[in-house]
């Protein structure tokens, strides 16, 4: 079965800060793998989504991520977090021959300090 | 486009009482979810449909029943409500099942 696994549960960052949020997941075969969004009181919304070619994926708000298909994992960085980007960051992962249900990591919660 | 949509946004229920949320969503998407959000936990699968017409269980079905009335429409219905199923609810859709997802904006849910 496929698992995600995120290793940071909580990040605190001050303002102008570069993130790299870690994701790692347990799959062999071709995967699809998303980063989402969920600030607070809200729903989750995609930030970025990986299917196939340039393994660096660019997102909305400044977020990319980086498909390192050695690694199995699915890093998400921005240079320079700003307070807004207070939320609740999960990662997900889905696999044709897992009847392409998406399987979520247990979310990262950032903090940003103004 | 209102996306999806859910109802209720909130409810309580006293152990043993049923009901059902309801998540319609307007993007003509094929496959739909629901999800339940628990601290520290995620987002853990309830049911799926890939397609009308189908439904299947995911990690957690057990205390729930799942109906894809229509395309559009996919009800959760918890038939006798325990304290365990306190939690937040999410429906979500795609317009195939390796897509992403887009979520509705969750129904809290409180079991006494």
């Known amino acids: 079965a496929q698992s995600v696994s995120q290793h940071n549960h909580h990040v605190i960052l001050s303002e102008a800060a570069s993130l790299e949020l870690g994701c790692n997941y347990s799959y062999g075969g071709t995967v699809n793998l998303f980063w989402y969004v969920q600030y607070p009181g809200q729903h989750l919304q995609l930030l970025l989504k990986?299917?196939?070619?340039?393994?660096l994926v660019k997102g909305i708000k400044g977020f990319e991520a980086e498909f390192i298909k050695s690694k199995f994992s699915f890093n998400l960085r921005k240079p320079s977090v700003q307070w807004s980007d207070t939320a609740e960051y999960f990662c997900?992962?889905?696999?044709?021959?897992?009847?392409?249900?998406?399987?979520f990591g247990d979310g990262t919660t950032l903090t940003v300090k103004p | 486009n209102a996306g999806v949509t859910q109802t209720p946004k909130f409810q309580v229920l006293k152990t043993g009482q049923s009901m059902t949320l309801q998540c319609a969503q307007d993007m003509n998407h094929n496959s739909m979810y629901w999800y339940r959000q628990d601290p520290g936990m995620g987002l853990r699968l309830i049911y799926y449909s890939a397609s009308e017409g189908t439904t299947d269980k995911g990690e957690v079905p057990n205390g729930y029943n799942v109906s894809r009335l229509n395309k559009r429409e996919f009800s959760l219905r918890l038939e006798s409500a325990a304290p365990s199923q306190t939690s937040v609810y999410f429906c979500a859709s795609s317009a195939r099942q390796v897509h992403e997802q887009y979520f509705g904006p969750g129904t809290r849910l409180t079991v006494t």
């Open positions: 997900a992962v889905n696999a044709n021959t897992n009847a392409g249900k998406s399987t």
């Open positions: 990986y299917f196939s070619g340039d393994p």
